[in-house]
Nanobody
Framework: VQLVESGGGSVQTGGSLRLSCVAG???????MGWFRQTPGAEREGVAV????????THVDSVKGRFTISRDNAKQTVYLEMINLKPEDTAMYYC???????????????????GGQGTQVTVS
């Protein structure tokens, strides 16, 4: 599935950004997730959401600050980020996973990346 991420930018500590990920096909049967990566580091799972949007999970470091959501009618997944910190600086990627069990979605494993990412820089 082709994915196009947008919404990144440069903000000061404490600032906010809203990332968007538009899918090139119907992803209403897919779990969707946001991942991030800094140079020289492993890609890290940030948040995932179930196909219907009823279940979400966020990595501990972003809980209370980031919120994942989706609009299947628009084939779009969002990541609302508030109170950004310098350690949130990374390239952010959207990814999809066709899975029927929530525990598979929430594992952050096996996701397919289909975009170029969007850079978030917090200073």
């Amino acid at each position: 599935v082709q994915l196009v991420e947008s919404g990144g930018g440069s903000v000061q500590t404490g600032g906010s950004l809203r990332l968007s990920c538009v899918a090139g096909a119907d992803v209403s049967d897919y779990c969707m997730g946001w991942f991030r990566q800094t140079p020289g580091a492993e890609r890290e799972g940030v948040a995932v959401i179930s196909a219907g949007g009823g279940a979400t999970t966020h990595v501990d470091s972003v809980k209370g600050r980031f919120t994942i959501s989706r609009d299947n009618a628009k084939q779009t997944v969002y990541l609302e980020m508030i109170n950004l910190k310098p350690e949130d600086t990374a390239m952010y990627y959207c990814a999809s996973l066709r899975a029927t069990r929530w525990r598979d979605c929430a594992s952050y494993l096996g996701y397919n990346y289909g975009g170029q990412g969007t850079q978030v820089t917090v200073s």
